[in-house]
């Protein structure tokens, strides 16, 4: 459980890391590479990932409320019972995404790409979804 509030990560390369249950309250991880992380139960509230590639990462049940994930690479990545609640994924690549049982309450994804993502169970009172882009 690594406590990372606050931490600058901009541009770190931490593929395939560990970081289950860490605490990354408000940390840059702006262009970020979390290329098949592992973020199971992180805490990601406030965290700015703009531009971080998560291709395959690891976050189910992770705390992303009120994260900046725009133009965020999340392909095939497990979000399954993730809090989004506010967060930001305006432009960002969602592809083959699971989002089952994720609370996307008021989260906007303006302009996001979601071909093939799973929404099953999924929270999405309020969610902005104008201008996506894919097939569900």
Known sequence: EA???EANLSQAD??????TEANL???DLTKAKLIMADL???NLTEADLQGAD???ADLT???LSKADLTRANLTEADLQGANLTKADLTRAHLTKANLKGADLTEA?????TLTEVTLSGANLKGTNLKNTKGRV
């Not at 906007?108 to 996001?112: F, P, V």
């Open 3 to 5: 406590n990372l509030t």
């Open 14 to 19: 931490l593929r395939e890391a560990d970081l």
């Open 25 to 27: 309250t408000e940390a």
């Open 40 to 42: 199971t139960k992180a």
């Open 54 to 56: 998560l291709t395959e």
């Open 61 to 63: 049940k992770a705390n």
């Open 108 to 112: 906007d994804l303006t302009e996001a």
